[in-house]
């Protein structure tokens, strides 16, 4: 059974910096690529960031690019993103994903909770 | 940048068929991926590659895709289809991945 488990989160002050987790399980996390989307209160869907299963290969949308960075560590099945300069508006529940061969998003993670506010 | 453009709401009766329409230029050269999600609960993938449905979705669910819409068809549609759903592709121009605005289906 595939599972993704985040990990982290919480509130931080505009500016600050948060990184949490997302360990996977049930499938063979080095042939699969990985997604971070988020969800902002109330709003819809927002894709975040994506790195291919080798690590060799990262995207980024413009509202992060320059202060979000993706990352894994395959040997421990493990997916990460490190928050920078962090804004009110990156307020929001962080989903890992599974991304499928195919580009769609086939598991999801429960999601991580992250408060930007002071 | 591209966009993909959905009704904010559909209503449907019990029994009755919803269609959920994502709007995009020349869709219908990409292929689209369709997720439910209920309130408090992260989304699931309900369709894929336009109109394949991963193993335990109801075949109830049905996709389709051509030239500048693509649409989520939902037959005898139950009270527990009432969630939001949200179309997504891949643009290749920017390498990025994009979601619709996201549906809210409401059965009366």
């Known amino acids: 059974e595939v599972q993704l488990l985040e990990s982290g989160g919480g509130l931080v002050q505009p500016g600050g910096s948060l990184k949490f987790s997302c360990t996977a399980s049930?499938?063979?996390?080095?042939?699969?690529?990985m997604s971070w989307v988020r969800q902002a209160p109330g709003k819809g869907l927002e894709w975040v960031s994506s790195?291919?299963?080798?690590?060799?290969?990262?995207k980024y949308a413009d509202s992060v690019k320059g202060r979000f960075t993706i990352s894994r560590d395959n040997s421990k099945n493990t997916l990460y993103l490190q928050m920078n300069s962090l804004r009110v508006e990156d307020t929001a529940l962080y989903y890992c994903?599974?991304?499928?061969?195919?580009?769609?998003?086939?598991?999801w993670g429960q999601g991580i909770r992250v408060t930007v506010s002071s | 940048s591209y966009v993909l453009t959905q009704p904010p709401s559909v209503s449907v009766a019990p029994g009755k068929t919803a269609r959920i329409t994502c709007g995009g230029n020349?869709?219908?050269?990409?292929?689209v991926h369709w997720y439910q999600q209920k309130p408090g609960q992260a989304p699931v993938l309900v369709i894929y590659?336009?109109?394949d449905r991963p193993s335990g979705i109801p075949e109830r669910f049905s996709g389709s895709n051509s030239g500048n819409t693509a649409t989520l068809t939902i037959s005898r549609v139950e009270a527990g289809d009432e969630a939001d759903y949200y179309c997504?592709?891949?643009?290749?121009?920017?390498?990025?991945?994009?979601f619709g605005g996201g549906t809210k289906l409401t059965v009366l």
């Open positions: 997504q592709v891949w643009d290749s121009s920017s390498d990025h991945v994009i």
């Open positions: 590659y336009d109109s």
């Open positions: 994903a599974k991304r499928s061969a195919g580009g769609s998003f086939d598991y």
């Open positions: 790195m291919s299963g080798t690590g060799e290969t990262t």
């Open positions: 049930g499938f063979t996390f080095r042939s699969y690529g």
């Open positions: 020349n869709i219908g050269s990409k292929s």
